[in-house]
């Protein structure tokens, strides 16, 4: 029993839905989102609501369920409001400029590193340090942000890097301290 996938998903107002077999697309006021499902699943819209239900309890299926469920609420949700990230550039030098549509990062490196967005994404700067990545797809958004943490992860020693702004980065006790 699948306790996420069973949960029906409210359609707003300004939000339409056209179902073709296991192709989903969602529209809405910012912007139109297309998946194609997989698995022994159906999807139904009754009047504002969308069920998704699964016709074989093969454990495949099973696991699909509340996966496509997941996805679903976020097309939903993602044209109706859309998601957000924000990255923290913490250290003395480190700083970010906007360039167009993308970013180039300064981050203690031999060379700048030139970001250019994804499909469908946003990238804003806020002072010198602070990255808002902003989007309707859920994957694309947290893929962005990721990507863009990887070119100078939060060091553990002394917690200089690129961070979500809510990461909590746990410094690790130097060389010194083992002496004590």
Excluded: C, W
Excluded at 23 to 38: A, D, I, Q
Excluded at 52 to 75: C, I, K, P, Q, Y
Excluded at 166 to 179: M, Q
């Amino acid at each position: 029993m699948s306790r996420i996938g069973n949960q029906s998903i409210p359609i707003p107002s300004d939000v339409s839905v056209n179902i073709e077999g296991l192709k989903v697309m969602v529209e809405g006021p910012r912007g139109s989102l297309t998946h194609s499902f997989v698995g022994d699943i159906a999807i139904d819209e009754n009047e504002d609501t969308l069920i998704v239900t699964r016709n074989s309890e093969d454990s495949a299926d099973r696991a699909f369920h509340g996966l496509a469920r997941s996805l679903l609420a976020n097309m939903v949700q993602g044209v109706k409001h859309g998601f957000h990230k924000t990255l923290d550039l913490v250290g003395v030098g480190y700083r970010v400029q906007q360039t167009g549509k993308g970013i180039t990062l300064d981050v203690m490196l031999s060379h700048s590193v030139v970001v250019e967005p994804l499909d469908g994404v946003v990238i804003e700067v806020e002072g010198n340090n602070k990255i808002k990545i902003s989007g309707s797809d859920k994957q694309a958004v947290g893929q962005m942000a990721a990507s863009i943490r990887k070119v100078r992860p939060p060091n553990v020693y002394t917690g200089k890097g690129i961070r979500y702004s809510d990461e909590i980065v746990r410094l690790k006790p130097g060389k010194s301290a083992r002496r004590a």
